[in-house]
């Protein structure tokens, strides 16, 4: 069965560890993505309380990895992820990259390949460097000298276009808008095309959100249809959805689309929109999108239960109605969502708050002042 689901017998064997006599496939499902989460957040805590940060957020990939070396142990998991973590930021500090926040962004980023870090490091390293010979070369351009076809020549060698002819269209194209474009803009767009009207439109296209022009290069399209935003308003944007609303408005801010409602558009957008967002939001961010849409998928489970007490969510397959959050520890009724008391114990809900009603001061206090208010006294 585990292999028709297309689970390893790792992943089985460590289900079976946790879930004892339930069906592992299920539990694999159901219950190892919420603990996944608790093992990132937990290392990410351990961490937090070195007197130096090594281990930094942690994937779900490395969390997975490290439950099932540990055998589905799940505090093993969390001490083995704050090792193999901290263990990988030593190795990257020794090659001389002194910054432990960059160094622990390339690691999330990279799904904890320090190879992969590494490379980032080093890029971000030499990325004032391009910048400095982008810069240089641009301003080694004279476009005022009466010789054009030096000019050409120039624009030619300098970005390595494929002819004659483009580097023509680029000088025209930089004489008749020259406080408009760029010339790095103008040689992305001529390396695209020939037909200068498509290209100007291509230098000159709105930002949905913000109004202004940009360059085609410069703009960030949204997956679900053909509507382009800035790259700063694409973030902008993302970010504060992510952080302030539902995850079902992560929608294109232009056209609104896809349908949230339909299951098939949804599964392909969030999947596209995910590398998009890694690739440009904050680390806390991106890691709050993950969370939610984890969460929306927990939902559709009538299983899940969101805790009372915290902003927890989670599966409760059991039949008591006493229910108690994983992560705070809180309990509360699975029915009527108050605070679980011992007083609930074998009566109904409605026996319950008749009960608090009579006995309860502080109930009762608040009924008061809730008839005060509504009475204007």
């Given amino acids: ?51 130096e940060n090594e281990v930094g957020p942690v994937t779900r990939g490395e969390a997975r990895q490290a439950w099932l070396d540990c055998g589905g142990d799940f505090e093993e998991a969390v001490r083995e992820c704050v090792r193999t973590r901290a263990r990988k930021f030593r190795e990257i500090r020794a090659m001389g990259f002194a910054d432990q926040q960059e160094v622990l962004q390339a690691l999330y980023m990279n799904g904890g390949d320090v190879n992969k870090a590494v490379i980032d490091l080093q890029r971000q390293l030499l990325e004032p460097f ?91 399209s949204v997956t679900s249809c053909e509507c382009t ?8 944007y993302f970010t504060f959805t992510v952080r302030e609303k539902n995850i079902k408005n992560l929608v294109c801010p232009g056209c609104s689309k896809p349908d949230i409602d339909d299951e098939g558009q949804l599964l392909v957008y969030f999947s596209t929109l995910d590398v998009q967002l890694r690739d440009c939001l904050d680390v806390d961010v991106y890691n709050l999108f993950h969370k939610k849409l984890t969460e929306r998928t927990l939902m559709k489970d009538p299983k899940f239960k969101w805790c009372t007490h915290c902003s927890n969510g ?32 074998g009566i109904t809900c409605e026996e319950f708050q008749n009960w608090k009603r009579e006995n309860d001061p502080e109930y009762q206090a608040q009924g008061l002042a809730a008839y005060l208010k509504e009475n204007g006294i």
């Fill in 130 to 220: 391009h910048t400095q010979i982008w810069q240089e070369t641009e301003v080694g351009i004279q476009l005022d000298q009466p010789d054009k076809q030096r000019i050409v020549r120039q624009i030619l060698a300098t970005y390595n276009l494929p002819s004659w002819g483009r580097a023509e269209i680029v000088l025209s194209l930089m004489q008749e808008g020259r406080d408009h474009f760029q010339i790095h803009d103008v040689v992305e767009a001529v390396k695209e095309s020939q037909d200068k009207e498509f290209i100007k439109r291509m230098l000159s296209l709105t930002c949905l959100v913000c109004l202004s022009l940009f360059p085609r290069n410069k703009m960030q």
């Fill in 314 to 345: 989670f599966i409760y397959d059991g039949n008591q109605s006493k229910v108690t959050c994983p992560q705070c520890k809180g309990s509360f009724c699975v029915e009527c969502k108050r605070p679980w008391e011992s007083q609930h114990q």
């Fill in 229 to 236: 935003v800035c790259r700063d308003c694409f973030k902008e």
């Fill in 1 to 51: 069965k585990g292999e028709e689901q297309q689970c390893s017998p790792e992943e089985v064997f460590c289900a079976l560890q946790c879930s004892g006599e339930e069906d592992p496939v299920a539990w694999l499902q159901t219950e190892l993505p919420q603990v996944l989460e608790n093992i990132t957040d937990l290392a990410s805590q351990k961490g937090e309380a070195m007197v």
